[in-house]
């Protein structure tokens, strides 16, 4: 089944120490997002890529970076990770074309900062 | 600015009956396109029902149907028939920009939904 694919599924870090989120996609989209979502809040974009144009959120901190090789994979790392970074970081992707533009999440990744 | 509203934090509903979570949106944009997606606690975010604003009849899909109301800015959903199954958080959210690239998903606060048996 096409899906999208996100690892690991919960990631422990320490204060400071970097972090790689990963996410993998079969559905051939041209749309990738990464999503911050704390508890009991909505998810909150970060940045997005169209195709290889990335597109960072005016109030995501320069903290948090992503990569995207190639249509497939696109990756979250945070640089410097604090305790309010802990949250659930949600991927989505998406076709973006009329009448297809909803977005497709995977599972997540919780983030626990110790 | 694009604004999503839902001001049911929680909801309860009795298996079998039929529940309707309220959405209201705010946009200056004559294009867009409205959402609801249901996040088990799991965490997942599952795509449910899509309304563009020139659809001339509400969006259904399955169980689920959108009470689209354009004038007044209203996009409820509704479940038919609940199950166990169906509770969840609920979000609704509205993509602007319909037609350009980059219109970007703007989420409401969601709507906890217990299903009772």
């Known amino acids: 089944d096409a899906m999208v694919i996100q690892n690991p599924r919960y990631q422990v870090t320490q204060f400071g120490k970097p972090v790689t989120l990963s996410c993998s996609q079969t559905?051939?989209?041209?749309?990738m997002y990464w999503y911050q979502q704390k508890s009991s809040q909505a998810p909150k974009l970060l940045f997005h890529y169209y195709d290889k144009d990335f597109n960072n959120e005016a109030d995501t901190p320069d903290n948090f970076q992503s990569r995207r090789p190639n249509t497939s994979f696109c990756f979250l790392d945070i640089r410097s990770p604090g305790l309010g970074d802990a949250a659930m970081y949600l991927c989505?992707?998406?076709?973006?074309?009329?009448?297809?533009?909803?977005?497709?999440f995977g599972p997540g990744t919780r983030l626990t900062v110790t | 600015a694009q604004k999503i509203t839902q001001t049911q934090p929680g909801m309860f509903v009795q298996e079998k009956e039929a529940v309707t979570l309220d959405c209201t949106y705010d946009t200056s944009d004559p294009s867009y396109g409205l959402f609801w997606y249901k996040q088990p606690s799991s965490g997942e975010m599952i795509f449910l029902i899509y309304q563009g604003s020139y659809d001339q009849q509400n969006a259904t899909e399955g169980r689920y149907s959108l009470n689209f109301q354009k004038a007044r800015k209203s996009a409820n959903l509704v479940i038919s028939a609940s199950q166990l199954g169906d509770s969840a958080m609920y979000f609704c959210?509205?993509?602007?920009?319909?037609?350009?690239?980059?219109?970007?998903?703007?989420f409401g606060q969601g709507t906890e939904l217990s299903v009772k048996p």
């Open positions: 959210a509205m993509r602007d920009r319909e037609g350009d690239q980059g219109g970007k998903l703007i």
């Open positions: 559905l051939n989209h041209n749309v």
């Open positions: 989505a992707t998406s076709r973006d074309r009329p009448g297809t533009y909803e977005q497709y």
